[in-house]
Every structure is written in structure tokens, then in C-alpha cells.
């Protein structure tokens, strides 16, 4: 029963280098979501999927782009990074919508400088 | 601008004592809204969903005011293992997908 398993955990690249975060879900959820938590803030939403084969943007897009793999797996790709992109980044996954909780991964740590 | 609003604390609260959290937002017209817990450089977790009715589950209880824009949580006989940062959601005007965090209010339960 892994829920949501997000790669890698801690990650410092340098400005205008790219990479691409993982996540993958075991429980059949359909909506997939990428955040961005800043100290201070509430998190926000950069990208999300509601269903496999649909993306699309969420509050903070800029920067970011994301591929739904297949039903489990929703990748969120920096293509050229910043550093106003350090942050923690969160994926997440839920059955449906209205009433259903986020499950969350554990998040992932990134420095760019 | 700020949708949902949150005091950040942190609230310092010796065990055993009720305290209650207040959240205040804008732009929904949703009927359910959530809290989440979030340990120390952890993932955040459902704690509770809100609904117009309230919701109740041991010793936490949640309230929905509509007409006043505003969600509450209330934890009665705090343990030391309830110190965390509580979220505050709030879908966003209708959308069923996107959600609005609170930046959390930050509760530490002492001895």
C-alpha cells in the first residue's frame, strides 16, 4: 500500500538546468495534482490532471510543464529552472472530486541556484 | 490577494486544553471544505472534511458558517502528538478540482 510515491526526494540543480519529477499512484485515482509549497504560504497549484489524458493549468503554471503518463503516473517537468522555483514540491491524488481527500507523496525538495 | 486566511500562530497550548482555529474565505460556493494536518517537513494528511452540517470525529470537531465565510476547528483534550501546523482548504468558486490552502496556523501542545 504505497498511496503516492514521489522521486526524487532532495534535488539542487543550477539555474537553466531542466528535470523531470516523478509520481506515481497504486490506488486507481483518476485526478492527479502537482503543488509548490513556499514558507509563508499555502500551497499552490501549478498543474493538475483530472482525469487520464487531460492536464491542465492551475495557479501557478509558469515554468512548468507536466505530462499524464497513464492512470498512475503524472510527471511534472522544469525545463529550464530558477531559483524562484525552490520550493517543496507535493504530488497528489484523488478518487474524484467535490467531497474526496488529497492523498499526498512525500514531497520533494528542491534548491535551484 | 488572499482567498483563505489563516492565523499563523503558533498557538502554545498546555496539554489537555480546547483550543479552536478559525479560517476565513472567499469566492466559494462550495458545500464542503477541508482541514488537513501537517507534521514538521512532512506531507500534509486529511484530518477532517467540513460540512454545512458540521462534522465531528472524537475529540475534533469542525463548523461551516456560510453567511460569515468562515470555517472553525476545535480540538478538545489536546494531546502532545496534536502539535502540527493545521491547512485550511476551500475549493475554489465551483471548480471541483482546484482547491485554495490556507498558509496553516501552527499549534504547539507543551507538557
Known amino acids: 500500500n504505497a498511496g503516492v510515491t514521489q522521486t526524487p526526494k532532495f534535488q539542487v540543480l543550477k539555474t537553466g538546468q531542466s528535470m523531470t519529477l516523478q509520481c506515481a499512484q497504486d490506488?486507481?485515482?483518476?485526478?492527479m495534482y502537482w503543488y509548490r509549497q513556499d514558507p509563508g504560504m499555502g500551497l499552490r497549484l501549478i498543474y493538475y490532471?483530472?482525469?487520464?489524458?487531460?492536464?491542465d493549468k492551475g495557479e501557478v503554471p509558469n515554468g512548468y510543464n507536466v505530462s499524464r503518463l497513464n492512470k498512475r503516473e503524472f510527471s511534472l517537468r522544469l525545463e529550464s529552472a530558477a531559483p524562484s522555483q525552490t520550493s517543496v514540491y507535493f504530488c497528489?491524488?484523488?478518487?474524484?472530486?467535490?467531497?474526496?481527500?488529497?492523498?499526498f507523496g512525500s514531497g520533494t525538495r528542491l534548491t535551484v541556484v | 490577494r488572499k482567498e483563505v486566511e489563516q492565523d499563523p500562530g503558533p498557538f502554545n497550548v498546555p496539554e489537555g486544553a480546547t483550543v479552536a482555529f478559525n479560517c476565513t474565505y472567499s469566492?466559494?460556493?462550495?458545500?464542503?471544505f477541508f482541514w488537513y494536518r501537517q507534521d514538521c517537513r512532512k506531507e500534509p494528511k486529511l484530518l477532517m472534511s467540513?460540512?454545512?452540517?458540521?462534522n465531528e470525529d472524537g475529540r475534533f470537531t469542525a463548523q461551516l458558517n456560510r453567511a460569515s465565510q468562515y470555517i472553525s476547528l476545535l480540538i478538545r483534550d489536546s494531546k502532545l502528538s496534536d502539535s502540527a501546523t493545521y491547512l485550511c482548504?476551500?475549493?475554489?468558486?465551483?471548480?471541483?478540482?482546484?482547491?485554495?490552502w490556507g498558509a496553516g496556523t501552527k499549534l504547539i501542545i507543551k507538557p
Open positions: 497528489a491524488s484523488r478518487q474524484g472530486a467535490g467531497n474526496y481527500g488529497y492523498t
Open positions: 490506488m486507481n485515482h483518476n485526478s
Open positions: 490532471s483530472a482525469s487520464e489524458g487531460t492536464t
Open positions: 469566492n466559494s460556493a462550495s458545500q464542503s
Open positions: 467540513v460540512y454545512s452540517s458540521g
Open positions: 482548504v476551500v475549493p475554489f468558486r465551483d471548480s471541483n478540482y482546484q482547491l485554495i
